[in-house]
């Protein structure tokens, strides 16, 4: 069986407190998706020279962010990891002519146990990550999908986990309602991906309106385009339409699901 393919807006830290529509559509979601024997994740909070893959056993929960509600240093995302798929997905990646180093200490950053506490709050699937090269552009986070595609057959769930709309500049604490910018840049690639217009996808800093300003960096958009591509091209469409949160962070995710 091919797993669905999964783009999660993580959004900020105080996601994991503060659920709101996001938080229970993933939690939805979570319920009905289909088992799986470890979950994949792909997260702007590791970044490294090249590709590493976790194989630790037993990651930690790590605190990666600070100034935001205290309560969240205490919090834990107990998932086992799982060695053996992390070896196995750094052998396909080599397969291919990449360039992968193992990790046995990674801990989870807060861009893979944030969305995972909603999915699967009980922590019992395994959970692995794979760096994104600090060198990533937009066609190689596609072509980076599309070499992990094969694990959807394997068991692996893949995920990628960013951020739809990622301006930290204008972020605001208390907001509650949403930037009109933010709102059309989501509208375009909704609608781009919806369509399976991946050429416009892969030129979206370009194409899409206020592109620059929904993403003065890229990090946070490129594991979207890390999961399109581990999307088999057959697949149909979910969107989860989360809303906003402080304004400016669209929480907009996508599930792709296999014929």
């Known amino acids: 069986m091919t797993l669905p393919t999964l783009f999660i807006s993580h959004g900020a830290p105080t996601f994991a407190l503060e659920p709101g529509r996001a938080g229970a ?29 976790m194989t630790t056993a037993k990651p930690s929960t790590m605190i990666d962010f600070g100034g935001f509600d205290p309560r969240l240093e205490s919090m834990i995302y107990p998932a086992q990891g799982h060695p ?28 893979a146990w944030v969305p995972l506490l909603h999915l699967w709050p009980k922590a019992d699937v395994p959970v692995f990550q794979l760096s994104m090269p600090h060198n990533l552009t937009a066609q190689s986070a596609f072509a980076l999908g599309r070499m992990l595609q094969p694990l959807s057959e ?15 500049h204008e972020f605001r604490m208390n907001g509650q309602g949403e930037a009109a910018y933010a709102k059309e840049f989501i509208c375009w690639v909704r609608e781009k991906t919806m369509q399976g217009d991946t050429q416009s996808l892969l030129a979206t800093h370009t194409q899409a309106p206020h592109a620059q300003r929904a993403h003065p ?6 594991p979207f385009l890390i999961a399109l591509g581990a999307a088999r091209q057959d697949a149909k469409l979910e969107v989860l339409d989360g809303g906003f949160t402080y304004d400016v962070i669209g929480m907009e995710s996508y599930i792709w699901q296999p014929s």
Do not use: F
């Open 217 to 222: 960096t890229d990090e946070h958009y490129l």
């Open 154 to 168: 394997q068991g692996v769930l893949i995920v990628g986990s960013g951020s739809i709309t990622h301006n930290m």
């Open 84 to 111: 053996t798929l992390a070896t196995i997905t750094a052998q396909l990646l080599e397969s291919q002519g990449q360039s992968v180093k193992l990790d046995s200490q990674r801990g989870y950053d807060h861009g």
């Open 25 to 53: 559509l993933l939690q939805a979601a979570g319920r009905r998706l289909p088992a799986a024997q470890a979950v994949l994740v792909v997260s702007p909070h590791w970044m490294t020279a090249g590709l590493s893959v």
